[in-house]
């Protein structure tokens, strides 16, 4: 088993559960409120242990109930937070998220001491111990490039998960081992709208032409769409109940990450993957829908 080391933000979920999502300036009754840990880049770390990883996660939080809560629920998941680091001035990330009876969500985030990882805190960490970098955009663009060129002078394998969509500088993705975006992150990034296995595969060849090595489009309901130099396929998602999609994408790419330290196949990554997140999505909150690997058959 290599070592994960995944990269990103850490939060505390504040979730209400209701039958619609609000229009601006609309009130909605009857819901359900409940808390849960989160942040992407925590979410993925927590996956990555569940599913059979060894990880460390590299974040940033306050110094409030939030962060000791964050640290000692991530070290229940036998993760290594050594390099968890505490911002004296600012307090810990939340996120504000109203999902309906469908499952899907709204999500306003308040980063705090996530938007304070610096690459001076990157240069504290042993990143050569890594098999594989797994990192997400919740954290500074800053601080993950100044992770790319280190990882990329140790010939380190990084995985980027591009969310929360946002547009990016090429010389940031170029080189990156694998890139994990959903539809809305690939019409960032490419400019083409995925709407079936054509335009996902036109997306992908573009960022193969930036120099990426792997792509995965996840593609929700229809699963996920692999393509490198090599193949291309889809990969069907198993038809279930979803009543809550908040971390699904941060599952499948702690899964992913996790299987490719395994030197599963690609076929089989992604649909190790795809089964992960087809099971996060029957289950309310985002950690707390993460499933163990016990639970995958695997």
């Not at 939060?11 to 992407?40: H, I, Q, R, S, W």
């Not at 090429?170 to 083409?192: H, M, Q, R």
Request: proline residues 4%; charged residues 15%; hydrophobic residues 45%.
């Amino acid at each position: 088993m290599k070592k994960i080391i995944v990269i990103g933000s850490a939060n505390t979920d504040m979730v209400v559960k209701c039958a619609t999502l609000p229009f601006p300036g609309e009130t909605v009754l009857g819901g359900t409120f409940f808390m849960n840990a989160g942040g992407k880049g925590a979410n993925q770390a927590v996956a990555a242990a569940r599913l059979g990883g060894e990880v460390t996660f590299v974040a940033k939080v306050g110094n409030d109930i939030f962060g000791r809560q964050t640290v000692a629920d991530l070290q229940k998941e036998n993760i290594d937070t050594k390099f968890v680091f505490t911002d004296e001035q600012s307090p810990s990330g939340v996120a504000l998220i109203i999902v309906n009876h469908e499952g899907e969500n709204c999500i306003a985030v308040a980063p705090g001491a996530n938007a304070c990882l610096q690459p001076a805190d990157i240069e504290k960490v042993s990143l050569h111990e890594a098999g594989i970098i797994l990192m997400q955009l919740e954290i500074p663009v800053t601080t993950i490039s100044a992770v790319v060129n280190k990882a990329r002078l140790n010939r380190q394998r990084i995985i980027l998960n591009p969310a929360p969509a946002m547009l990016l500088p090429d010389e940031l993705i170029s080189g990156l081992f694998l890139i994990t975006p959903n539809e809305t992150e690939v019409a960032f990034l490419t400019g083409i709208t995925v709407t079936d296995t054509i335009s996902a595969s036109k997306a992908a060849g573009i960022l193969l032409d930036k120099d990426v090595q792997n792509v995965i489009i996840t593609l929700g309901r229809q699963g996920a769409y692999f393509k490198n130099k090599e193949e291309a396929f889809t990969i069907p998602a198993p038809t279930v109940n979803a009543i809550d999609t908040t971390a699904a994408g941060d599952t499948f790419s702690g899964a992913v990450t996790v299987a490719l330290t395994e030197n599963m196949n690609w076929q089989k990554v992604v649909q190790f993957a795809v089964n992960a997140a087809a099971v996060s999505v029957t289950r309310l909150g985002a950690q707390a829908s993460v499933p163990y690997r016990s639970e995958l058959g695997l």
